[in-house]
Every structure is written in C-alpha cells, then in structure tokens.
C-alpha cells in the first residue's frame, strides 16, 4: 500500500514534532513487554529500528521522541492534518505485531512524507488498517473532499474505538512514563518495577519511585472497592470493571502462581479435579496493618486467620458440586494483607483433554465454554503455561487468542522454567511465534530455591520471577481500570438516573424499610384481631355453644324417643303419671348434662378460635408469608392451650348442679318451648329435603313400589319390632331391613336392584322420620305442653332448658378464664415475639419474602449503591483529570527546557 502524503501534512506533522519531549533515561525504564516479546532475530533490522525521518529540514531518530499523552481520537474532525501526522509520531512506527506488518516514515525528496506498509499488509491488524484508512480520510479532507472524509473518519473511529483504548494505553501512556515504551534488554539491575530484578515492596515508595504510579496504586484500590460496592447490584455491559482471569490446562502451576503472588498456601489440594467452581479472589493491600486474613462474602464467615482453614472452606465448597463436576456459581474470597498488591483475579478449573469414567462425557466443553465466558472484554488474561510443554498444545494460548486475536490483554506466564535451559527460556519469553503485547513472564513456584533457579535467566536480562508478574499484573490493571474510569464514571449516571426514574414513576419516590414494613405487617395484624375481638364476645360464643348442645339433644331424641313404638301414648293423658316417660327423661337429662359438656363446649370456643385466626392471616400481607401466619397460628395455640385445662375444670364445675337437678319457671318454659318448635322445624325441614333429594334421583313411582315393598317385607319379617322408623345402618349389608330381602334378584320384583332397595330404605326412614316429628311438633304445640309440669312428656322444652343453663354458665366462666386472657395476652406476644425478637437479617428476610416490597426495596438499594458509587467515582474522576493536567504542565515545562 503506498500514498503520497501532501506537503501540508508533513508541516504539519514537523509542528507537531517540535512539541514533542524527550525520552526519560533508558536505565531508569524496564523492558517493554510489547516489544520483549518481539526481539529481532540475528542479521534483522527490527521494525522500530531508529531510522531518520525528514520533515522539512528536521531530522532526527524516532526512538527519541515520545509523544504527548493525548488520545488520537479525541478531536480527529478539529484539525484532520495534524490528527493524521501526530498519529504517525505518536509511535505507531513503532507498533508492530510479531511479522505481521511494520509501518515506515521514509523522507521524499519533495521534504513530502511518504507511508509506507510493510510487505505482509495482508495479515495486519484491523486496527492498525483502520488508522491508515483514518490518515486516508484526513488527506482527503485536506484536498476539500470534506462530506467523504468525514463520513470515513467517523466510521473508523466507531469502528476501532475500543481497539484503540488498548493500544494508546500501551504507546501513549507507557511511553510517557518509559515502561513498556523502552526496547528489551535496556534496563540495568537497578531498575524500576517492571524490570526483572524488581523487588519494590507493595506500597512503598523506594528509591526513583514515581509518585504517579504510587497514585495508580491508590486508584486501583479505591476501583476495586467501587467494584465491591456494585458487586450488591446486578452490574453488566459497562458497569463490569476487569479483572485477571487465570486459565490454563490441570497441572499447568496456576494454583501455584496464585498461591505465590500472595505469599500464601490457601488454594485447595488433590489428586482429582479440586476446582470446580470459579473463585472470584480479590487481593487487598492494607500497608497499616500487619494482620493476614480472608473473608468469605457469602459465608458471612468474618475474618479466618487460618489460611489453612480458608484451604479446607474452598475444598469443601468445591466439592460440593457434585453431578456435574463444574458450576458456574462463583466462590467471593477476599485476602487483606501488607504483603499482596491490590488486585482482582479469577481462577477457573483447568483445561483437560479427556473425561474420566466417573465425569461427564461433556466435561471439557463445560470447561471450555466456562472459560470463555469469563476471558471476555474487559478482563485481563493470564496464560498459564508449563515451559516443558510445547506452547502449540497449549489450550490456554488457543483460548486467549480467540477471545483477544491481537494478543493486547493477554499475559504469558511460563511455569517450571527450571526444567528448561537459558537458551530455551529465551527463545520461549521472546517468543515470535506466538505474540502477546504484554509479553511472557517465566516463574518458578516450586523446589527448595526458586530464587537461585531464575539467576541464569535474570544474567540474561529476561522478564521473569513473581515480582516481576506482580508488578506486571499491578500496572496492567491500573492502566485498564484507568481507561475505562470515564465509561464506568458514564455507566453509573446512566444506571442510577434510570433508577431514581423508575423510583419517582413507580413509587412516587415514597421510601420503605424492612423494619417500616414490619412494623406495618404486625400493625395490620393486631387491628384486625381487635376487630375480631369486638366482634366475637358472649351472644357470638352461646350461640356457638347453643347449636352445639342443639345436635345433642337431636341425637338423645332420636335414640330415646322418635324411635320408640311408644311415642304415641306422649300425647294421651295417662302418660303424665306413667314412670316409663319420667324414667326416660332422667336418661335424656343425665345423657345431656354428663356428657363433657365443659371439655365440649371449651373445645367448641378453641377450635371457634383457631378457624377466625386463620382467616385474619389469609389476605393481604399474610399471603406471602407462610411461615408468620405458622408462627401466628402457634403463638395463639400456646396461649389458649396455657388456659385449656384450667377452664375445662371450671366449667365442669360449675354445670355439675345440673347433673342432678334443674328447675324450670314459666319464663324459661316458654323459651325453651320456642326454641323445641324451631328444632322440630328444621328437623322436619331436613328430612323433606333429604327425601326429595332421593326422590329426584329415583323417581316418584319407582321410590313408592321399593318402599311399598320394603314395607310388606318389615312386617312379615319383623312384626313385633318394626324397623321401618329406625335409622339405616352405613353399609346396607348391616342393615337388618335390608337383610331381609331375598338375596336372589329372580326372587324380587323386577328391576329392584340392591342399590334401589338401598336408596328406598333411606328415604322409608326419612318419611317415617318426618311422621314422628309432625307428631311431636303438633304434641309441643299443644295445651298438653303450657307448664313445666309437662317435663315427661314433653323431653324436647325440657332439654331445650336445661341447655340454656348449660350454655350461660359454661360461656360464662370460658370467657373470664380463656377469652379474656387470649385477647389480653395475644397482641402483647405478637410485638414480643414477631417484632422485637428477630434480628435485622430476619426482618429484612421477612420484607423480602413481600414480591412487589422486595422489588422496592431492592430498587432503593440499587440505588443508594449506584449513589454511593456515582460519589466516589466523580472523585476518581476529578482526582485523575488533576493528575493529568499535572503531567501535561510537567510536559510542557520539559519541552520549554528541552
């Protein structure tokens, strides 16, 4: 590719040179892990070979000069020539991937710059295209083809812009600093961070330390707490800040690079795969404190001293998954310590190349496919490689370079470097083949001394030792995390303005707590057990009672009177003075007044309860509660079971008068015979509507022929003791009616069928039924029953008396022994025991178990992280919008002295 460059572009570009400064001493600057990793091969003139370039009479070798710290793509529209020419300065004719392209900045004879692309342009990267295209655009705009040009400088820029990011990061800034901007093999045993021998404490200044490195250091602390502060969100796109992931195959050393960048044996152990969920490890320099710990976020564990229990907790943690062998739920551990830098890292379970028996057949995609979710933009990668494996096989290296293809994000980490010779060591740090911008780092974690085992590397001025990979990863981080501070800075206004919407439209800015609701759920209880409490008091609770002992006096009737043969002589006159009718009503009294009627009726005001307490906590909030409506329904229960007995034994008490004698006034008498007649009624009422029910089904004529029939069949078979009027027994098979007829159908009317015969047996008693009580009705109604003098004959006013006492003397004494105690004692239990007693962690779990409550609060939360998060991140902003109006007076003070 060959374009002629005007001469306006090339003055320019000489101006622009004229601003530029001169490169810091190449002793005080470590070896670039851009160009280390690309050495030039015997006989080769490397691409950056400093070559004199002219522009209008100046001359003077590109290795001199470093270009001012400004983004190329920040203004490319203002001033397109210039754009165009400080690009190239800027260091671009330096940037070079491995062989797959070199950019030149030959003179012309015309004092016209010409741009030249080396000969294997095909394989350049599309970054490095797209800025020729850029460059292409600016000329165009320079000859007044302005729409054109415009069009395309915007498109590139759209295109490449995040590309670009990387790149300035490693050209502009570095070069500005003389880290990785210097050539390989410049640096002295004395050099800085980045050098081999490095050895600079975490947080210490040193000899020739730089005070914007040291602010660096701070920055990446504080983004790393900004990022555990969102980490209480769900953060995506660009809310996620990088961190460095550690892949590599089993076996390949990442536990003990880890374990030996924190100075710390912590990283879980064993012959079969031990990692098995990813651990999410977030490093955290405390330079004030001498104490070493970790934390377990999710735990809620505090603070574990014992690092060889944080080794147990993540074993147990992994292995605890069990079917399929790996799990995408990540593991939080943080480690505090003065030892170790302040850095984010990942570690993922290793590359394998084949299942075992006893894993899944698809096990290495799992691993796979969970790797490359995680070496994602924007996070760092550090492959980790064994330097006795050859690095074709490497599936780190294969996975790194599909999700970073130009290798700007990726790191090399060589383990077991002491199983290779010097020479093999170089060739595979300067390794051509495979190129990563950040380069290679060898290390050697294990053996009685690595530091003796990496000298014959360090005499050969190689990137290696854990020192080095420390600074290394420190630096790639901040610079990272710096470069993207303004997106993360723009992304929390964004997040947290469409927040504080969603909260004004939703909610009307109306604020919540999990105490307020709380406190509001238990209020809402208490006034509707108020309410109830007015509303069930002593006529609710003896009218409970009354129809209970009602069912029983229906029972004792049945069973001693409207079954009786006899129960026509009840109307005659002689049955006033026969002892059978006074014998009988002895054992409907006794049968009324000893029958429990304390426990029963007690019982009936308990369950009564119960049944209106579950009904409280049936509606809104209760509903999405379940286990306080439990602890409702318990709480009650224990209250009312503390005061069962004792009212149990109160009420016996105080009925037991009636178990032998109850008198009668006139008053009463008429009471109760009103009370008998209504009785009677719904009796009578009760059988109709069961016989017609039968009748329906049956059928009119069919139901009077099987009754006509069972009827001849009780007379013949039992003349003495009809059973016509007696109540069927549950199965027919016991019923001695039914029994009766003959077991062969051929002997039987035709269509009479056991099921018809069964129905038809019903309904004769229920027809019956109805006869005797229209008798007892009429017998009740008349002048036979006006006085109490009638009591013998007239059992149903009677026992309708007598349970009028039992019922005001038993709600009596339920109401002062139980009643008023539940009431009393219920609401005060409530505060104690479902407001008071819980902790925050249960109030707030309590809240949540509310749906829309828990889509609040969770909106307020997310809100005041973003708040918290938009605070110290616009102080980030401003603190580094400082530190580089500082460097740009620095840089200009230089370039006036220069």
Known sequence: MLRRLPAAVARAAARSSAGCTRLPSRTAAAPSPLLATNPPRPGMRPPWHPRTTTFSGSARPFSTWSPRPVAPLAHPLRNPALFASSLLLAGYAHYQLGAMGSLYLPAGGDGAGVLILGPEADAAP?????????????????????????????????????DLDDISTVLFRNASSGSPGSAPGASDAGSSGLGPQGSTPFGAAGGGANPDEDEFMDLTKKLIEVRNILKAVKITGNLVLPSIVVIGSQSSGKSSVLEAIVGREFLPKGTNMVTRRPLELTLIHTPDSTEEYGEFPQLGFGKVTN?????RTLYDLNMAVQDECISDKPIELRIYSPNVPDLTLVDLPGYIQIHSKNQPRDLKEKIADLCEKYIQEPNVILAVCAADVDLANSEALRASRKADPLGLRTIGVLT????????????????????????????????????????????????????????LLMRTLEERMGSRLSILADAVDQELAEASYQFKVMYNDRRITAESYLAETMDTLKHRFKDFARQFGKPQVRQEVRTMLEERIVEICEQLYWQDPKQQEMATAAAKTDPYWSHKLNLASSALTKSGVGRASTQ??????????????????????????RKVLQLANEIIRHKFHTTVDQVENTIKPYKFEVECTDLEWAEGTKRAVAMLEREIQASQKAYDSIKSVVGRRTLNGAISYLTKLDKEKHADHPLAGTKPAPESSM???????????????????????????????YDRRMNNLYNRLYHIKSRSCRSPECQDTCPEIFLECVSEK?????????????????????????????????????????????????????????????????????????????????????????????
């Open 126 to 162: 599309s970054p490095l295209v797209a800025l020729i295209t850029l460059i292409g655009a600016a000329v165009s705009w320079a000859h007044g083809q302005v729409d054109d040009a415009k069009d395309a400088i915007l498109h590139a820029v759209a295109r490449i812009r995040d």
């Open 307 to 311: 690092f060889q229990q944080i080794q």
């Open 416 to 471: 077991k470097l002491d199983l290779v010779s010097p020479e093999m060591g170089e060739q595979l740090i300067a390794h051509n083949d495979y190129p990563l911008h950040l380069g290679y780092v060898g290390v050697v974690c294990g053996g009685k001394n690595p530091q003796a085992a990496l000298v014959p590397f360090q005499k050969r001025d190689l990137t290696v030792g854990v020192p080095y990979l420390r600074q």
């Open 604 to 629: 009936l005001v308990v369950d009564s309860l119960m049944s209106h307490m579950e009904k409280l906590i049936t509606n809104e909030p209760f509903v999405h509660h379940p286990d306080t409506r």
């Open 735 to 765: 019923d001695m009616l039914l029994r009766a007829v003959p077991s062969d159908p051929g002997e039987r009317p035709s269509g009479y069928t056991d099921t018809l015969l069964a129905k038809a047996r019903t309904a004769l008693y």
């Open 806 to 898: 039992l019922t005001y003397t038993a709600v009596m004494f339920i109401y002062i022994e139980l009643l008023n105690e539940f009431f009393f004692q219920f609401p005060r239990d409530v505060d104690e025991r479902l407001y008071y007693d819980l902790t925050k962690n249960q109030i707030a779990a309590f809240a949540r178990e509310n749906q829309s409550v828990r889509k609040q609060l969770d909106l307020m939360d997310r809100k005041a992280v973003l708040d918290l998060a938009q605070l110290k991140l616009r102080a980030l902003v401003r603190r580094q919008e400082e530190m580089e109006r500082k460097k740009r007076e620095q840089e200009r003070a230089a370039a006036r002295g220069y």
